[in-house]
């Protein structure tokens, strides 16, 4: 099975800053990786897809890139509703594993 | 509007069996994959298995940790999916959810329902 390790796992930051985060696959999977933010109670929502591509309706201050088996997503500004969870996903192969997730919290 | 609402969780006995129904509405069923997610108290996303499209059969993947135990279909004719659960471990305790497949690859999940609640417990 592919494995996605997404760095760090907690993030405290403040209102305006830009943010990374990394997953990092444990072999190649081309693009197929997605993000994913969730707010706690809520499902979660697609935010990046292929890696890079923003998913219709989402701020461009979200974005996805990639490096050979490392993707980030970045955001570029923070807004007030942007702390929650993130997660990434591979759909290069089955099993389609998820990331064990980066909590984003307001410092 | 898209719209998945999942049903049938509750609280079951380890051993026993439940099932899991997904309503959807908005899109057309027949040409998507959908797939069924669950997350345990407090914990991370766990991807259970899929439906490929009737295009593709209606094949279906599935985790390991519950494969031979788990049985998702779907119904195209009524826009329902399906996730039948046997032998139940208390470690299938979660929220299951279930997700539309984005139309064409690859096929990240675009739409979630808002979940249901199993406890497998004594």
Partial sequence: DIQLTQSPSFLSASVGDRVTITCRASQ???????????KPGKAPK?????????QS?????????????EFTLTISSLQPEDFATYYCQQLNSYPMTFGQGTRLEIK | EVQLVESGGGLVQPGGSLRLSCAASGFTFSDHYMDWVRQAPGKGLEWVGRTRNKANSHTTEYAASVKGRFTISRDDSKN??????????????????????RYGDPRDIDFWGQGTLVTVSS
């Fill in chain 1, 28 to 38: 190649g999977i081309s693009s197929y990786l997605a993000w994913y933010q969730q």
């Fill in chain 1, 46 to 54: 697609l935010l990046i897809y292929a890696a890079s591509t923003l």
């Fill in chain 2, 80 to 101: 329902s999916l399906l996730l039948q659960m046997n032998s139940l471990e208390t470690e299938d305790t979660a929220v299951y959810y279930c997700g539309r497949g």
């Fill in chain 1, 57 to 69: 309706g989402v701020p461009s201050r979200f974005s996805g890139s990639r490096s050979g088996t």
